[in-house]
């Protein structure tokens, strides 16, 4: 049974482990390397980071950061969330994105984005799942390994009464 829970700093080293996984596969994330706690720290949302935990052992986490410090866009965060390859097709994502969209409207935010390459099909299955709608595609948006390669944008907008949207 998979437990969702508040990210604690000590979980860090299981999520850089995590986040590794995801930046071998070559279709997660542009990044080549792992962010320190510091890094990580900075880039993510102080609420809305969440571990998912079987046994004892992490095996995915997700967490929000903020898409602009202007103030008009404080309520739109995008979404990062990485499942270990161990945990794979067992609602291990959908339970953690879930509880992320939850917690986000606890926070106020009233709208989610998430970049996602098109080859990965599992993330946007479980992002469609929960709500997100595809905006279309970002061509050519970077550069990895020489190749160019393609985003999938996506966005969720809340539905809680008395967030402004």
Not at 45 to 50: G, S
Not at 79 to 107: F, N, P, W
Request: aromatic share 8%; proline share 1%.
């Amino acid at each position: 049974m998979v437990q969702i829970r508040e990210f604690v700093e000590s979980d860090f080293e299981q999520v850089q482990s995590i986040y590794l996984q995801g930046i071998k596969t070559g279709n997660a994330t542009f990044e080549k390397k792992v962010k320190s706690w510091p890094e990580w720290d900075e880039a993510m949302l102080k609420e809305c980071r969440l571990v998912a935990e079987r046994n004892g052992n992490l095996v995915g986490w997700a967490a929000l950061s903020s898409v602009s410090n202007r103030a008009v866009y404080a309520g739109v965060a995008e979404v990062s969330i990485y499942i270990s390859s161990s945990a794979k097709r067992m609602g291990v994502g959908t339970s953690l994105l879930l509880e992320l969209i939850d917690q986000s409207e606890v926070a106020g935010l009233w709208s989610l984005q998430a970049g996602i390459f098109p080859e990965n099909e599992a993330s946007l299955h479980i992002h469609k799942k929960c709500g997100f709608s595809v905006l279309g595609t970002r061509d050519r948006l970077g550069k990895m390994n020489g190749i160019w390669r393609n985003v999938t944008l996506l966005e969720r907008r809340s539905q809680v009464e008395g967030i402004e949207v």
